[in-house]
């Protein structure tokens, strides 16, 4: 089977991860896929859905196993429809993996060429980011303070841990303080040319 290209958006909540996510997702040649957005599409009064209510208003992670076979199925049922073409298209990953478990199973689907860690020195001001959304879109994870700072807990113990499982000539650290535009552009610097070195030829 041949895995996917792709390249992972890693970051701490709040660093900006589905704003870049998306308007890369617009550019032809790309493919977006977010785990939190496919849990969010969930029905929340199927079981599925309420499970992840569960985890996600405490600031938890959905358990592995679980979080890969919906991901992968999600990712999967894309390429059926039309709307992501592997021969064509890079895949942008964006909140997943968050565990080195995670990592592992992906690798048997994923052919990882790029993470580009998007980082911020300054942890008040992506608490500042979570603020705002949790107004401008509801988002209950986002909504209380105590569910806040242990999403960001729950990053530095079992997320951040993850860059080392890569090599580190993968790792594109690119500044995520500054303007969507601006942030964009760090990160196309990146992608741009993976795109253009794997489909230069179609
Ligand atoms: P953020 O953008 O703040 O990082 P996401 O939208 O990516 O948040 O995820 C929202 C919630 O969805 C997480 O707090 C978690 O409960 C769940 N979730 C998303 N992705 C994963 C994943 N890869 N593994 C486990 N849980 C996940």
Known sequence: MNKYKTVLIFGAPGSG???????????????????GEMFRNIDIHS????????????????????????CMQ?????????????????LILDGIPRTLRQAELLDEHL???KIIHLYCDNE??????????????NRIDDADEKVIRRRWEVYERDTYPLLKYYPVQKIANVNSIGSPGKV???????????????????
């Open 47 to 70: 079981d599925l859905g309420k499970a992840f209510y569960e985890y996600s208003s405490r600031g938890e992670l959905v358990p592995d196993e679980l979080t890969l076979q919906l």
């Open 17 to 35: 991860k589905g704003t870049q996510g998306s308007i890369l997702g617009l550019i032809p040649g790309f493919f977006h896929f977010s785990s």
């Open 124 to 137: 008040e001001a992506m608490f500042e980011r979570l603020r705002k959304r949790a107004l401008k879109e």
């Open 111 to 113: 052919d990882v060429l």
């Open 184 to 202: 964009l552009a760090r990160i196309l610097d990146y992608v741009v040319p993976i795109q253009d070195a794997l489909f230069s030829g179609d």
């Open 74 to 90: 999600a990712i999967n049922a894309h390429t059926v429809l039309g709307d992501y073409k592997p021969r064509v298209d890079l």
